[in-house]
């Protein structure tokens, strides 16, 4: 009886011990995978016509005076 | 590949808040919302310099790092956007983001924010380009129009610039070789002086 009080004493006192574990590690988060609708914007960027268009636009009115 | 960028040369800003005006007109931002806002340093005193501040599409973007709904997107010109509909204002990109470019709609009791809206680089988000839908959720598009940022084309000093990060640095450049020395807005000296 004595015996198996002491085991169950040990696996009690192991379970608690291994309740105050802290994991010391730093958890890196990653950017995670957009999950929204398509953005019709991203298949027109894409063409080089429209990339040409915004750049002659740039020289036009970004430029120094 | 470009990589849509905005410079804010602080030598030419005149704290004239027209890049303030231009967002909000030409994107009816909501009343209490500041996508762009002016900030000056050192106010008042000889020497101060002031900078336009908005979203500066962080090529690595913590603000999509720690959204816990993954509504973040960036197009492949590095315009960082976002979907309203999955947005859940929780307010953690507003935390992240070092440039305080987060902005909610509403100010109410028990944290209700609204969904969060922030500079598009004038490019919209998610809907039909030009739909009235993307209008009234993120702006004007004038990216799919063969347009920059408003802000950019109507500062008069042309002291805020938008576009290809190469195309800029090179205007940048020629600046500071005009003016005949490094630019003075930022490094150790600008933050800490000579005192340390």
Same mark, same amino acid.
């Given at each position: *009886?004595?015996? *198996?009080? !002491?085991?169950?004493?040990?696996?009690?006192?192991?379970?608690?011990?291994?309740?105050?574990?802290?994991? %010391?590690?730093?958890?890196?988060?990653? %950017?995670?995978?957009?999950?929204?609708? @398509?953005? %019709?914007?991203?298949?027109? *960027? !894409?063409?080089?016509? @429209?990339?040409?268009?915004?750049?002659?636009?740039?020289?036009?009115?970004?430029?120094?005076? | 590949?470009?990589?849509?960028?905005?410079?804010?040369?602080?030598?030419?800003?005149?704290?004239?808040?027209?890049?303030?005006?231009?967002? =909000?007109?030409?994107?009816?931002?909501?009343?209490?919302?500041?996508?762009?806002?002016?900030?000056?340093?050192?106010?008042?005193?000889?020497?101060?310099?002031?900078?336009?501040?908005?979203?500066?599409?962080?090529?690595?973007?913590?603000?999509?790092?720690?959204?816990?709904?993954?509504?973040?997107? &960036?197009?492949?010109?590095?315009?960082?956007?976002?979907?309203?509909?999955?947005?859940?204002?929780?307010?953690?990109?507003?935390?992240?983001?070092?440039?305080?470019?987060?902005?909610?709609?509403?100010?109410?009791?028990?944290?209700?924010?609204?969904?969060?809206?922030?500079?598009?680089?004038?490019?919209? #988000?998610?809907?039909?380009?030009?739909?009235?839908?993307?209008?009234?959720?993120?702006?004007?598009?004038?990216?799919?129009?063969? =347009?920059?940022?408003?802000?950019?084309?109507?500062?008069? &000093? =042309?002291?805020?610039?938008? /576009?290809?990060?190469?195309?800029?640095?090179?205007?940048?450049?020629?600046?500071?070789?005009?003016? #005949?020395?490094?630019?003075?807005?930022?490094?150790?000296?600008?933050?800490? /002086?000579?005192?340390?």
């Amino acid at each position: *009886m004595k015996r *198996m009080l !002491a085991i169950s004493l040990l696996i009690g006192l192991a379970a608690g011990l291994a309740g105050c574990y802290d994991e %010391p590690g730093v958890t890196v988060y990653e %950017p995670g995978v957009y999950k929204g609708d @398509h953005d %019709p914007l991203l298949d027109k *960027m !894409a063409s080089e016509d @429209h990339r040409e268009t915004l750049q002659a636009r740039f020289r036009t009115v970004q430029t120094d005076r | 590949m470009a990589r849509m960028k905005f410079l804010c040369d602080a030598d030419r800003c005149i704290e004239c808040n027209g890049c303030v005006t231009a967002c =909000k007109n030409e994107n009816e931002v909501p009343w209490g919302v500041n996508r762009r806002r002016v900030v000056t340093l050192n106010d008042g005193e000889a020497g101060e310099k002031s900078i336009s501040v908005a979203c500066m599409h962080c090529t690595d973007a913590p603000c999509a790092a720690v959204c816990p709904v993954d509504c973040f997107y &960036t197009t492949t010109d590095g315009i960082v956007l976002h979907d309203k509909d999955l947005c859940i204002g929780c307010g953690y990109c507003f935390y992240a983001c070092p440039f305080g470019a987060p902005q909610y709609p509403q100010q109410e009791a028990f944290g209700v924010r609204g969904k969060m809206d922030k500079c598009t680089f004038c490019a919209g #988000g998610p809907p039909a380009d030009n739909s009235d839908d993307e209008y009234a959720k993120y702006g004007a598009n004038r990216i799919a129009e063969g =347009k920059l940022p408003a802000c950019a084309e109507m500062c008069a &000093t =042309k002291a805020l610039i938008a /576009g290809d990060g190469d195309l800029i640095a090179d205007i940048y450049r020629k600046r500071v070789l005009k003016r #005949g020395g490094r630019p003075d807005t930022w490094g150790w000296d600008a933050a800490y /002086g000579d005192k340390v």
